[in-house]
């Protein structure tokens, strides 16, 4: 995968302990990373040749090319 070309996603926390899940690519479908976010802080990531997948924990905007989204907690 041309990395530098792959879609970026935004994630902004809403409240302290926000957790970004990385899930690897391929038959084995695992966690890998698991970044935590204070309220305020932004990650901004791609899907990778390694992260086919990213679980949100948390109160938090996800702004994707479809779209924003607000987690429920
Ligand atoms: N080493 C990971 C990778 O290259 C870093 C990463 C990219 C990541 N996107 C992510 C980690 C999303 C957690 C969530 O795939």
């Known amino acids: 995968m041309e990395q530098n070309q792959a879609e970026y996603f935004v994630i902004k926390a809403k409240e302290n302990g926000v ?3 990385g899930l690897t690519r391929g038959q084995h479908t695992k966690f890998h990373h698991t970044e935590k ?7 901004i990531a791609q899907f ?15 702004m994707t090319k479809f779209g924003e989204i607000h987690t429920e907690e």
């Open 48 to 62: 990778t040749d390694f992260t086919s997948a990213v679980k949100i924990r948390g109160k938090a905007v996800v």
């Open 37 to 43: 976010l204070d309220k305020g802080e932004v990650m």
């Open 19 to 21: 957790q970004v899940i």
